[in-house]
């Protein structure tokens, strides 16, 4: 038993995803993946993988490639009012001497707007605010405003001049830069840790958009656009190197009005939120056209992205409409991992997916799962995630499941007291066997977890009192244990956690499972 628990825990790798497989073959002897995850980076949540040959030498590259981002989201930000682009924004009709940055994502803009046929837009924000605002007010826009903004949207709001790279703001128009600019932003921050000394690759993951780069294969799982909770099996799990991943879809941002869910991701001709596709996936050499791109296949139809991308060699894609139709390139299967061993594998153990039910005497209610709502407190600027570990436990209060383990060197894990004391034995990590999860952009620090009611061998547990867990350490810093309670009975449940100085809150639901779960 103690050997398949070491499996199993092996297989618990990392939030965002319920299953994960090794690269394609071991490191360069001599060298290391050193992992890095921060909070409230460019909006979102930064994943860092650097395979260097000592701890100093990728120190320097993730120093490189904060500097990089942050030197990039300066430029280029909407969000920040002392950023380039807004106080470019605040000139109009005068020619501005722009960074080199700046003017070749406004001509980026300007190559995707006539290529995308108007599906991606710097000036959609128009049509963005407007939704935002029927939000609040509770009522769908009528089709005079929005046939205004479409209007809007179809004007010329800059002008380029490439021999004095001048960049003229023409008109009013509230503008963004969301499409593919965090694509950008990955791409030359991964060029200056490559350019480091001592790294032999780089993994960076900004948000669900990723690049990786250098001597490494990176095991990329893409999200279920129709999981409610980050450790749900993915759709479907690839092989990357020296290429890019994007994924966006309308899953996790978007306006509640009346009841229903409207995308965030708005088709700039006709004003209305796209809803026929709900995730798009783009493979690309390129990060900026892989982001473009993903964008761009939730605005047209399967159809137009297809020819789309027909003219674009290296790149593919998987489309997943609202039907539940798929659409992939040609391509596509050739990136696809082997699919598990169902007969031995520890990732379908680890997350309780079994070929059928499995007979446990006394067995009741296992339509039922738990759902937790987990927020990080943010910190100022970039911060480090601290360690967490969320798992649940018996009346007798040994371990049962562990639910998510989150950490980065094992020499600090011990700092996650609780949990290593009912798991040191077992516990068996190796850094190269990590994954990475594409999907579509999330808040920064909120995190989505499920029990599905299983123990680590991937039984049903029987009906009892379970104690879910939750334990936050900071290397060198705090130390949080949150606890509730739960009877696993059948009857619907509801608990909140106060918060602490780590965690601002917890929302547990014991109900029963959702379909398709």
Avoid: C
Avoid at 163 to 173: E, K, Y
Avoid at 188 to 193: I, S, Y
Avoid at 433 to 453: E, M, N, Q
């Amino acid at each position: 038993m103690k050997g398949l628990n070491g499996l199993i825990l092996a297989a618990l790798l990392m939030i965002g995803t319920s299953e994960s497989r090794p690269p394609s073959g071991p490191p360069e002897k001599g060298t290391r993946m050193f992992i890095s995850h921060y909070e409230n980076v460019l909006g979102t949540s930064l994943e860092l993988k650097i395979l260097a040959t000592t701890q100093k030498d990728a120190s320097t590259a993730e120093s490189a490639a904060l500097n990089e981002i942050a030197r990039l989201g300066k430029i280029l930000s909407g969000y920040d009012s002392s950023s380039e682009f807004r106080r470019w924004l605040s000139t109009s009709d005068q020619p501005v001497k722009v960074s080199p940055e700046l003017f070749e994502v406004l001509h980026l803009f300007d190559q995707w707007r006539i290529r995308s046929d108007g599906a991606l837009d710097a000036s959609a924000e128009v049509i963005t605010k407007v939704w935002k605002q029927a939000a609040v007010r509770q009522q769908i826009p009528g089709q005079e405003q929005l046939t205004a903004a479409v209007a809007e949207v179809r004007q010329s709001h800059w002008k380029l001049d490439s021999v004095t790279r001048t960049a003229t703001h023409l008109g009013q128009a509230p503008l963004m830069l969301n499409s593919f600019a965090k694509s950008y932003i990955i791409k030359h921050a991964t060029d200056v840790a490559m350019a480091a000394a001592g790294v032999h690759a780089v993994v960076m993951n900004i948000g669900g958009d990723l690049m990786v780069a250098g001597d490494w294969k990176e095991t990329v799982q893409i999200s279920d656009p129709k999981a409610d909770a980050e450790n749900d099996a993915p759709i479907d799990r690839l092989l990357i190197r020296d290429k890019a991943v994007a994924t966006s879809g309308n899953y996790r941002r978007g306006e509640l009005i009346g009841g229903h869910w409207y995308s965030h991701i708005v088709d700039p001709r006709t004003g209305i939120p796209a809803d026929a596709v709900i995730s798009a996936t783009v493979v690309a050499p390129s990060a900026t056209d892989a982001g473009a791109l993903a964008t761009a296949f939730n605005v047209l139809s399967p159809a137009e992205s297809i020819r789309l991308a027909a003219g674009m060699p290296g790149v593919d894609y998987l489309i997943i409409t609202r039907t539940g139709e798929k659409y992939s390139s040609p391509g596509w299967h050739a990136l696809q991992t082997a699919p598990a061993n169902r007969e031995n594998s520890k990732d379908l153990i680890a997350t309780g997916r079994t070929n059928g039910p499995t007979p446990v005497e006394g067995l009741k209610y296992d339509d039922f799962e738990v759902m937790m709502n987990l927020e990080i407190n943010l910190q100022e600027g970039f911060a480090k995630r601290p360690y967490v570990a969320v798992w649940v436990e018996n009346e007798d209060h040994a371990a049962v499941r562990t639910i998510a383990i989150w950490h980065e060197r094992d020499r600090y894990l011990p700092e996650l007291k609780s949990w290593y004391l009912k798991y040191r034995g077992l516990y068996n990590t190796d850094k190269s066997a990590l994954s990475s999860v594409s999907s579509a952009t999330r808040s920064p620090g909120k995190y989505t977890l499920k029990w599905d009611g299983k123990d680590d061998q991937g039984n049903m547990v029987k009906p009892g009192t379970y104690t879910i867990k939750i334990e936050v350490s900071r290397e060198h810093g705090t130390y949080q244990l949150m606890r509730q309670v739960l009877a696993w009975n059948g009857t619907p449940q509801h608990f909140d956690i106060p918060g602490n100085i780590e965690i601002s809150h917890v929302s547990l639901d014991y109900r029963k499972k959702t379909v398709g779960n």
